[in-house]
């Protein structure tokens, strides 16, 4: 019986549903195992052939309707996905992000020849999907970003940076956030798909060394005087980037969520595992009653935290899931995941500190879920604007 045991919602319980759970198991058995992850880990990246199995296997394009060699599913695909990434300890691979936060704007705002042209490789696993939206000086703050875009004929003209890029070191295709109209503040962002084999300008910065995710490859990315086709401009029209990533952005905040609550099962599961093996004064660590209560604490926390996931998800499957309710997904479950991960990693007591454990590396690479895609001050200043 799961740690977690809250049942599954009708409407992620179906025969459908439930055969794509079991595909993703096996996958993930096969392909991302303690060795396998390890790699990543040692490498900085997942490997390309990783992603293409995993495209082979219909793990990736899992929203991307049929047409375009895609899945033709929708979030609750992508929810199963998390969830079992994270029971298998392999939230470095980075298919959330290339399924559920980029591959819907291409979906969603790409015209039909963009749709054909990128679409077949993002779910075949020979495209891999970054965004560049972050910059030196413009984290959450979208609109003090630097990198601008001049059109020129038929071209745009991009120059400037961005830092944090997660897929940044093998991505093929990368959204790019830049101003097309610097005096115009959000309306002067526009996005951009560069294909960057196809263009001179383009470079990638060093791998960056992060506190965790070791195995999620992130860098930083340069334009210098970069030439890109007008025709990739998302959307067609100048100034519609800022509203295109404020309409993404609540989904967004849901998949990290959804990874966190991820993490969060598999420290309970891997942390009640050891307390049952492990003996301290001729008992089971299991039979002290501050393991019990401590447990029982954590238990509560994460049982309550999926159920507002459920909600949440539940909300958005029907168009409703507004930025506020987002961001109190955000905030509450990455937060709840740092208490949770370290009270975990206390019970493993040394062995706990030990990095060939998973507890020490889960602890390492939650850090990181408070910050990125909105700071839990930031989850803050949007939940208040509710009020």
């Not at 307390?275 to 660590?285: L, P, Y």
């Not at 999926?306 to 961001?327: N, P, Q, R, W, Y």
């Not at 509450?332 to 990095?355: K, P």
């Not at 454990?357 to 690479?365: L, S, T, V």
């Amino acid at each position: 019986m799961a740690i977690v045991s809250v049942p599954k919602p009708a409407f992620m319980n179906s025969d459908e549903l439930n055969i794509f759970e079991q595909t993703v198991i096996r996958f993930l058995e096969q392909n991302a195992g303690a060795q396998e992850t390890a790699k990543w880990r040692r490498d900085g990246y997942v490997d390309r052939e990783v992603w293409k199995k995993a495209g082979a296997a219909g793990l990736l394009g899992l929203s991307v309707p049929d047409d375009y060699g895609g899945g033709g599913g929708d979030f609750r695909h992508e929810v199963i996905v998390m969830q079992q990434l994270g029971l298998q300890h392999a939230l470095n691979f980075a298919i959330p992000l290339h399924n559920a936060v980029i591959a819907p704007y291409l979906v969603q705002y790409g015209s039909e020849e963009q749709k054909q042209r990128w679409l077949p490789g993002v779910c075949s696993g020979d495209t891999i999907l970054s965004v560049a939206m972050t910059e030196p000086s413009a984290g959450s703050d979208l609109q003090g970003m630097r990198t601008t875009a001049r059109r020129d004929g038929d071209h745009y003209v991009i120059n400037g940076q961005k830092t944090f890029i997660s897929n940044g070191l093998q991505s093929s295709i990368v959204l790019i956030a830049a101003k097309t109209d610097a005096s115009a503040g959000a309306r002067g962002i526009s996005l951009f798909v560069v294909e960057v084999d196809a263009v001179q300008g383009f470079e990638r910065g060093r791998l960056l060394h992060k506190l965790g995710q070791e195995g999620r490859d992130t860098t930083e990315l340069f334009f210098s005087d970069m030439r890109v086709p007008a025709a990739n401009l998302l959307g067609g029209v100048e100034g519609r980037g800022f509203g295109m990533l404020m309409e993404k952005l609540p989904q967004e905040r849901l998949v990290i969520a959804w990874q966190a609550m991820a993490m969060i099962e598999a420290a309970l599961e891997a942390t009640v595992s050891y307390v049952r093996e492990r003996q301290a004064f001729g008992k089971q660590i299991m039979d002290f009653q501050n393991t019990q209560f401590t447990l029982a604490d954590l238990k509560t926390q994460a049982t309550v935290a999926k159920v507002f996931m459920i909600h949440c998800t539940e909300l958005l499957l029907a168009g409703k899931l507004d930025a506020a309710t987002a961001s109190m997904a955000k905030l509450s479950v990455t937060e709840a995941q740092g208490r949770i991960i370290d009270q975990c990693l206390q019970l493993f007591g040394g062995y706990g500190y030990m990095l060939e454990y998973p507890i020490a590396e889960m602890y390492k690479d939650a850090r990181g879920y408070r910050i990125y895609g909105g700071t839990s001050e930031i989850m803050k200043l949007l939940i208040a604007r509710s009020l």
